[in-house]
Nanobody, 134 residues
Framework: LQLQASGGGLVQIGGSLRLSCAAS????????IGWYRQAPGKEREGISC????????YYAESVKGRFTVSRDNPKNTANLQLNSLQPEDTAVYYC????????????????????????????WGRGTLVTVSS
């Protein structure tokens, strides 16, 4: 695998988790890292993104103020801190090395789908399940 998300689990409402994304086999700092999630029966949504240098971060409105994204380029890793978790945050979370702008990653799925760019060079890994229960 070239990307692997980890750190998911079962957490109570209001709890926190820290997801990690480990990369190998490609030049990590050539890419922005996007975080996506997909809940059962729902389409995939981009929730956060960090630029290739780590200086710029982006969030969807649904997670702004609760989630924090970061990356460590020398270690080829990225992280997503999830705080104040709610049942609607239950989903499989994925990290991806993306070639689209971070602003597109965190836009509504229909906007991202309409964005015209060859995404064949992207790297996606298996997700990690986050379950928020009461």
């Amino acid at each position: 695998l070239q990307l692997q998300a980890s750190g998911g689990g079962l957490v109570q409402i209001g709890g926190s988790l820290r997801l990690s994304c480990a990369a190998s086999g490609f030049i990590f700092d050539d890419y922005a890292i996007g975080w996506y999630r997909q809940a059962p029966g729902k389409e995939r949504e981009g929730i956060s993104c960090v630029g290739s240098s780590g200086e710029r971060t982006y969030y969807a409105e649904s997670v702004k103020g609760r989630f924090t994204v970061s990356r460590d380029n020398p270690k080829n890793t990225a992280n997503l801190q999830l705080n104040s978790l709610q049942p609607e945050d239950t989903a499989v979370y994925y990290c991806a090395a993306v070639v689209v702008p971070c602003s597109i990653v965190v836009s509504p799925p229909a906007v991202e789908s309409a964005f015209q760019r060859d995404r064949s060079r992207e790297h996606w890994g298996r997700g990690t399940l986050v379950t928020v229960s009461s």
